[in-house]
Each structure stands twice: as C-alpha cells, then as structure tokens.
C-alpha cells in the first residue's frame, strides 16, 4: 500500500479509536485485496510504510463483499460498482478477505 | 480539412543499472529498508541486453512481431524465448544502455551530464552506426571527457546524480543550480532520459512516415516529466528541446500533460492542428520515464521472476494532411470524460466508448478494434494489478450486453476478437493507448480493419490537486477518399447506402421467391 | 448488527478495481461517515 496511505491511515485509526473506523477496498484482483487487507490488520507485508510492524487489526472489507453490499443503496452500487463485478473475480477476492480478517481483524 | 496517421515510431531502452539507482521503488527502499532482502535479492533477478531483446512483448513493441502473434503465445512470457531477437523493427529499435548514455550526454546543451573518457572510446563508434543518429547528434558530445576520480568525486560531494553501467560508476549528472530542486541531479537526469528517448522515437517516426525533417511545424510532447526552475516548475519545453537535438528546424512545440491519458489528448490535439490548417505537419512524442523502472520489483523478485521494468519507453506520431491512403482520425467522434462523468468505471467507459459512437449511431462492435491501456499482462499480473487491457475489454462487453448490442454468450470471445493483448512496458504514459497506433495504421491500409478506437486513460488523483479520473478517446479509420467541398452526405456513404437498399430488396424477393 | 452505520470509513480504492470516489458513494450510502479516500495506481 502507498506510504502516505498507510500514514493516514495508522494516524485516523489512532484519532477515533481502531474500532470505531472500516477500511473500504476497491482492489483489482485477491491477491492484492489480500495484501491491503494485511496491512491494515497484521502491518505492512513489504516491510516498507508507517504499518511496519503495526497491527491496527481494522475491519477492513472489499467493496464487492456480499456484507457491506447487503448494506449499500442498492441503486447506488448499480450505478457505481455493479458493472465491474463481470469484470473481478469476486469469489478469489472474498475468499482473501475472509482469510485475512479470520487471521488479524481484532474488531 | 482531414488529418492523417503518417507514421509511427516506438523504441526501447534497456536500462538495467537505472532500475537499481533510478526507480523509485528502489530508492524509497534503499532510505526506508536499506538492509532489508529485496535491494540484496534484486540484482540477480536483472535481465542481460540479450534477453530483453529475445522478450515476446519488446519485439511486439518494435513492431517484428504482431500482437497477434504475441496472443498466440502461452503467458508467461518472461520464461519464453522470442525467436526474433533483432534489436532494430519496422517500428523502431531497442537501444542498449551504453548507446543510451552517450546519447544523453549529446542531449545535453547545459554541460552536466559527464562521462568516463574510456567508457565514451569504448561506445563512440556504436552510437555512431546507429541508424537513426546522424554527424550533427555525434557532434554534440565533447571531445573532452572527464576522469573515473573526477566522476566519483562529483558523485561524493556535489549530489551528482551517477550513470552506472554493469555495476561501474561511467559517468553522471551534475545538478545545475546548487539550491534550487527542480534543478537538482535527480531532476536534471531524469529529464535528459526523457528528452533522450523522445529524441529517438522522433527520429525513428520522422524516418518511417517518409517525411522530411524540414516538413515538421509542430511537435507536442506528452511525456509524465516536469522542467523548470525553481520560479516555473513546470515551465516546459520538452518538444522543442527534443526537436532541437533530432534536427526539426522548422519546428516549435509545446508540452500537454494529463498523466496516461496525455497520449491521447496531445492526439486529438494534433489531429485538430494540423485539420483546423494551423500547421501541416505535428508530431507527437514522448520519452519515457526512470521513476517507474522496476515499480513492480518487489513482487517480480518474491516470486522469482525477472525484473521485467527495466525498458525506458518511447513513442512519436506523425500526423500530416491529408495523402489520400493513411487513415484518418475522425475528429467528429471523441469521447471525454468530464468533470461531471463521475469515477464509476460504466460511467467512464460509457464517456469514452459509447458517448462518441451513439452520435453516430454505431454499435461497440462496430469499431473492429479497441485500444485502451496496453500495458504488458507480465508484468502487471505478478504485482496484483491484474491484466489491464484484458479488464478494459471486459468492461466495454459488459456495457455492449447492457445495451443489448452483444450476447451474453459471447461475452467471453469478445476480447480476442475486438482487443489485443498487452504489451507495453508499464511507463506510465507509453501503454496508453498509443502503441497500437503503428498496427493499425498498417492493418487498416491493408483493409485488415476499418475502424479503430484509442482510449487513453489518466489518474489525475496522484497529483492530489483533484480527486477526479480523466480520459479522453478517438477513432482512426480508413481513409475515405478525396474530401468534399462541403459537409453533408459523401458520395461513397451514398453508395453505401444505396448498395445496402439493393440488397435488402434482393434479400426480400429472394425470400418470397422461396 | 451494521458494519457501515455510524463508522468512519477509510477508502483505498483502485485505478483497475473500483476507484475510491465510488466507493465512497456507496459507503455514504450506508450511512458511514468518509474520513479519507484515496485511489491507487500500479500501472
């Protein structure tokens, strides 16, 4: 994840408290998901940003996620997101997550 | 008046030594990690010149091989050895380093780029048989060289920025003002590698389009780079600094900026210049970028792959008026994503696919090929990035199904049969879109194709001036002939439209005689 | 119980993926509060 992203976010989590905040990813495949997804729980796999080493353990969900979609305005989504899930692999992206969040998510 | 694609030029430069120093990948690491595994693994995962010559997707950038041939070609690719490995194409070359760096050094009219007296012995001659690079570039190197100490000495202890060849220290960049940023080595080196590569593509376009130098009036750089000094950042002028070096003497220029999607701006840009009678000539260029070599790195080293970011890219157009045979673009179906288009990706594909081609009430498919981003699958999949065209392709037949213009069925075929596989090196503006150019001049003049559409697509948000997303697309198609004197039905669509009545009615008797 | 309501939410969207404006439609739409978005780009 870039640097500054991961600054913000270690510094957000810190101002209203790691469990009142939800990380949101729009990543292009579960791979990457996977990793974004790491970063905000168990700290940065690549050892490189501000997350190094840091386990914020956020919820952290793929926009595409039947949980959080079950929660959006189903219009909106249509609109928003609806066409790129022809274009995802939704399944590879849940199945990260899911793995990910069983692993770090403290929250 | 209608513009036309004259011709086209792509080149390559491998830069093994400025993936190490120059990719800010590796320089984040080196000053975040600089004992950490990846910078001690990295060197071992470079390619030899050899091999980046032999690399499917290079060949398929110098235009020796077609993207075609390249689809054929079971991915991985970097496992895979091209049976051409040429480093000269119809399109244009792949430099080696060597040349590269003397090249530079002819680019620069500030006396800051310094090199070894014996590495320039050693690589004088080279630079001189290429092609392309003629006695007034050569002359532009000094005769006096500087010493191995002297280089070291600059590069210890006045912020040289060093040029690096199989590991050794054979030269550097001087900064050009000792307080001033935008003028810092860093800044200064990685602008004279752009300039540099875009003097080569020009020169490579300038020689397949068959036009005289002379003919050029106008060059528009595209490039991701910014020059200046301290008071005008941005000032500019990297198309006339390179038309300068590549002998276009009746040319000025100016730059256009957009991130990736700059490409197809400086396009329509030109195609607008040279119909509006402005100029004849335009060329649009762009030299390639040292920031992004070995991006990807971390993941291509992890799981045991080459650095395959280890091309500096390079392209020019030549658009001209028209000659009655190259195809032309159609300045009357662009698509543009505005500010109010939104970042939903239907909302920007509709803007810039189907906006342009409802007003003329065509289909998606009725435009033969589509070329978005082109950037290599090779590397991008590795790195979690996916395959850019591949997902581009995937969009647009989801939106054809949306409005009922594709099967579901065919869903799946419609990559193959109205895209191509990607291979452009990731360098931000170079896969844009504009690699294709080339192709589908040719496939289309061979009645291979008719109609074609380049989407160039920017992520204006890196900038942190604007949250928003830009694109902007248009179409080339075969030329159609003489020009009329004025707008309104052409002969040839009212041919068209009266051959296509006859055989409705043909199809209607035929249909009751059965 | 929601995962949205009431929250704050951080959005790293995805040049290739789902871009974070889009995102951020979505989760206002559920009732969460953005505190950031952003967008990454690997190409």
């Given amino acids: 994840m ?45 050892y490189a940003g501000p997350l190094t080493g840091v386990s914020l353990g956020l919820k952290v969900y793929h926009v595409c996620e039947p949980e959080v979609k079950a929660e959006f305005d189903p219009a909106v989504y249509d609109e928003q997101v609806s066409m790129m899930e022809m274009v995802l692999d939704v399944d590879d992206i849940i199945n990260e997550m899911t793995s990910i969040r069983e692993q770090y998510c403290k929250y | 008046m209608k513009s036309v694609i004259k011709g086209a030029g792509y080149i390559l430069v491998h830069t093994p030594d400025m993936v190490l120093h120059n990719g800010t990948t590796q320089t984040t690491e080196r000053i975040v990690n600089p004992d950490g595994e990846y910078l001690k693994e990295l060197p071992k995962h470079i390619r ?40 000269y194409g119809h399109f244009g070359q792949i430099m080696p380093q060597e040349e590269f760096l003397l090249l530079m050094q002819a680019c620069d009219v500030f006396g800051l780029v310094k090199l070894e007296k014996g590495f320039v012995e050693a690589h004088k001659a080279a630079l001189a048989a290429n092609p392309i690079i003629d006695e007034t570039i050569m002359a532009r190197i000094p005769a006096e060289q500087t010493d191995a100490a002297e280089i070291q000495r600059l590069v210890d202890e006045e912020h040289s920025e060093g040029l690096y060849h199989n590991g050794e220290l054979v030269g550097c960049v001087n900064r050009a003002h000792d307080i001033d940023v935008n ?35 106008y060059v528009v750089d595209c490039a991701e780079e910014a020059c200046g000094d301290m008071n005008q950042r941005g000032g500019g002028n990297f198309a006339k600094s390179a038309a300068e070096i590549a002998g276009l003497a009746n040319a000025t220029g100016s730059d256009a900026r957009g991130f990736c999607a700059a490409p197809a701006h400086a396009m329509i840009e030109a195609a607008a210049l040279v119909a509006s009678g402005a100029y004849k000539t335009v060329v649009v260029t762009a030299g390639g970028c040292t920031a992004k070599l070995g991006m990807n790195g971390k993941d291509h080293v992890k799981k045991g792959l080459p650095i395959m970011e280890d091309m500096i890219g390079g392209f020019a157009v030549v658009v001209t008026q028209d000659d009655g045979v190259s195809p032309e673009i159609n300045l009357d179906m662009l698509g543009r994503h505005t500010v109010g288009t ?116 920017g992520s204006l948000f890196l900038g942190r001036m604007t949250n928003l997303f830009d694109g902007v697309s248009f179409v080339i198609q075969a030329n159609t002939g003489a020009e009329e004197a004025q707008a309104g039905v052409s002969e040839e669509e009212v041919k068209g439209m009266i051959a296509k009545a006859m055989r409705d009615f043909a199809a209607t008797l035929m249909a009751q005689a059965e | 119980m929601s995962i949205l309501a009431g929250k ?3 959005i790293i969207g995805d040049r290739d993926g789902i871009p974070g404006q889009a995102i951020e439609a979505c989760a206002e739409s559920a009732g969460a509060e953005v505190v950031f978005s952003s967008t990454e780009c690997f190409v």
Avoid at chain 1, 8 to 32: D, H, M, S, T
Avoid at chain 2, 188 to 204: D, F, G, M, P, Y
Avoid at chain 2, 390 to 396: D, F, G, H, R
Avoid at chain 2, 410 to 436: C, E, M, N, R
Wanted: glycine share 8%.
């Fill in chain 1, 2 to 46: 870039d640097l500054e992203n991961q600054k913000r976010v270690k510094e957000l989590a810190e101002q209203y408290g790691p469990e009142n905040v939800v990380v949101l990813l729009g990543a292009a495949e579960g791979e990457a998901s996977g990793l974004a997804a790491e970063t905000v729980t168990n700290g940065d796999p690549t």
């Fill in chain 2, 342 to 457: 939104g970042s939903a990706p239907q909302a920007v594909i509709s803007s810039l696919v189907t906006n342009p081609l409802d007003k003329h009430g065509l289909k998606i498919t009725d435009i033969d090929k589509y070329s978005p981003e082109m950037q290599n699958p090779d590397i991008t999949k590795p790195a979690g990035a996916g395959d850019v065209p591949l997902a581009n392709y995937k969009m647009i037949a989801a939106l054809a199904v949306k409005r009922g213009e594709l099967q579901k069925a065919d869903l799946a075929s419609f990559p193959a049969k109205h895209g191509l596989t990607g291979w452009a090196p990731t360098q931000g503006h170079i896969p844009s879109g504009v690699p294709y150019i080339g192709f589908a001049r040719e496939d289309i003049m061979a009645g291979k194709l008719n109609r074609v559409m380049i989407i160039g697509k």
């Fill in chain 2, 183 to 217: 003028l810092s080595a860093h800044v200064i080196h990685e602008n004279i590698v752009s300039k540099a590569s875009s003097v080569t593509a020009l020169l490579s376009a300038v020689k397949n389009a068959g036009i005289a130098k002379e003919d050029v009036e």
């Fill in chain 2, 48 to 87: 030899t010149f050899e091999q980046a010559l032999s690399y499917w997707p290079n060949q398929v950038y110098i235009g020796n091989k077609t993207p075609d041939e390249l689809a054929a070609v079971e991915q991985p690719w970097c496992d895979k050895v091209c049976d051409v490995n040429d480093r």
């Fill in chain 3, 8 to 10: 704050k939410v951080i």
